[in-house]
């Protein structure tokens, strides 16, 4: 099966910009998953979907920080405006909704905030 | 809150064996995962253990103990390759299903 799709790979852009990442997961997986990952450190999580709503997003910072995902499929992550500290790997992930199936996770995309 | 703690790196010569211990304390824990993270590349899953005991899966093991809030993963017959992070997760929130990682360990195999 094709894996979970993320795009850019990498991304620089200087603080205040904004910027966002696209997330294709497991065909069939229902639950949606974003992580950020500072270097050095496990994944945190920042936002969880199911199908199209939102799960938990209390780790995310809302004032600069959205995601969406309309059609329970695709979703997108945008920093609006960007902070140094913001420079960590973006990480999506996906899952089936049903027993204790893994989280798959992409490639994840790589942020330098400059 | 939630508190996942494992040792930050470790150093095993090639064909033998490691242990990478994982202590957690966490409310509504649900089970314990272990991902293996190659730099620059995603987290793949190696196993995970809701009761107590050992799973076993050909190279590597894991252990948990749900009393003591302890894992362990053990890595058999190192190879070059074995190089990587290793994460340690716990499940929890019956409900909405979530992974708290460790911060990982990073494991050199050398010749």
């Known amino acids: 099966e094709a894996g979970v799709a993320q795009s850019p790979r990498y991304k620089i852009i200087e603080k205040r910009q904004s910027v966002a990442f696209w997330c294709n997961p497991i065909?069939?997986?229902?639950?949606l998953y974003w992580y950020q990952q500072i270097l050095g450190q496990g994944p945190k999580l920042l936002i969880q979907f199911q199908n199209n709503g939102v799960v938990d997003d209390s780790q995310l910072p809302k004032d600069r920080f959205s995601a969406e995902r309309l059609k329970g499929v695709d979703s997108t992550l945008k920093i609006q405006p960007a902070k140094l500290e913001d420079s960590a790997v973006y990480l999506c992930?996906?899952?089936?909704?049903?027993?204790?199936?893994?989280?798959?996770f992409g490639n994840g995309t790589r942020l330098t905030v400059t | 809150g939630q508190n996942i703690d494992q040792p930050t790196e470790m150093t095993a010569t090639e064909g033998a064996i490691v242990q990478i211990n994982c202590t957690y304390q966490t409310s509504g824990f649900n089970g314990l995962f272990w991902y293996q993270q190659h730099a620059g590349e995603a987290p793949t899953f190696l196993s995970y253990?809701?009761?107590?005991g050992l799973e076993e899966k050909g190279r590597f093991s894991s252990f948990l103990s749900r009393s003591k809030g302890y894992s362990y993963l053990l890595l058999k017959e190192l190879q070059m390759k074995d190089s990587a992070s290793y994460l340690c997760?716990?499940?929890?929130?019956?409900?909405?299903?979530?992974?708290?990682f460790g911060k990982g360990t990073k494991l050199s195999v050398i010749p």
């Open positions: 992930a996906s899952r089936q909704s049903f027993g204790n199936s893994p989280l798959h």
């Open positions: 997760a716990a499940r929890t929130g019956a409900g909405s299903y979530q992974l708290t």
């Open positions: 253990n809701v009761l107590d």
């Open positions: 065909s069939g997986h229902a639950t």
